[in-house]
């Protein structure tokens, strides 16, 4: 039974790129969660993802946006990199209004220069 | 969202009890307490969850004393492979995931 898988696994991108990120959530999860991870500190919530809508946001900028796809995988998009920007993005896969049972995959180092 | 409160880091041997302290003196009602352990370049893992008295699973117990304003993650002997940073939350949505910074455990040999 495979987790969750994200592409790619790092990522090198020059201030004001644009940046793709894919994730697929574990079997039988229909949601999807996006968080940050700075260096040293905790994940920091971006957004979720449920029936390919956002349905909650953290605190973040409007540079960063996603999509949820009917098979309920999703990507992060984030424009106009910053060197802020720089961190691990994990996705999280769960199942529709439980608050336990996260699933995360290694993330995706993005190193914006 | 309650804030929690735990140690930056702890030391512990190999085959020792570890005892991880988390505060959330403004926990609501609803809320529901869950660890989290993360290595390094991955994600977090779900270890397990409660919300009164106590949990046990194959990995670890959790403690809530009866007012809920703490709890204490317990990993029995402990081996090198534990050495990581654990994560206290405290939530009641499911929608959204409140890390602080967590508690860096290092298993010494």
Redesign the interface.
Known sequence: DAG?TQSPTHLIKTRGQQVTLRCSPKSGHDTV?W?QQAL??????IF?YYEEEE??R?NFPDRFSGHQYPNYSSELNVNALLLGDSA?Y???S?L????????????T?LTVV | LAKTTQPISMDSYEGQEVNITCSHNNIATND?I?WYQQFP??????II?GYKTKVTNEVASLFIPADRKSSTLSLPRVSLSDTAVY?CLV????????????TQLTVLP
Request: net charge positive; proline share 4%; aromatic share 16%.
């Open positions: 969750v969660s968080y040293g500190q905790g994940p920091q919530f979720q349905r909650q953290g691990l994990l996705c999280a769960s529709n209004r439980r608050n336990y049972g996260y699933t995360f995959g290694s993330g180092r | 529901y869950t370049s991955q994600g977090p893992r779900f969850q994560y939530d009641r949505s499911a929608r959204q995931l409140t890390f602080g910074s967590g």
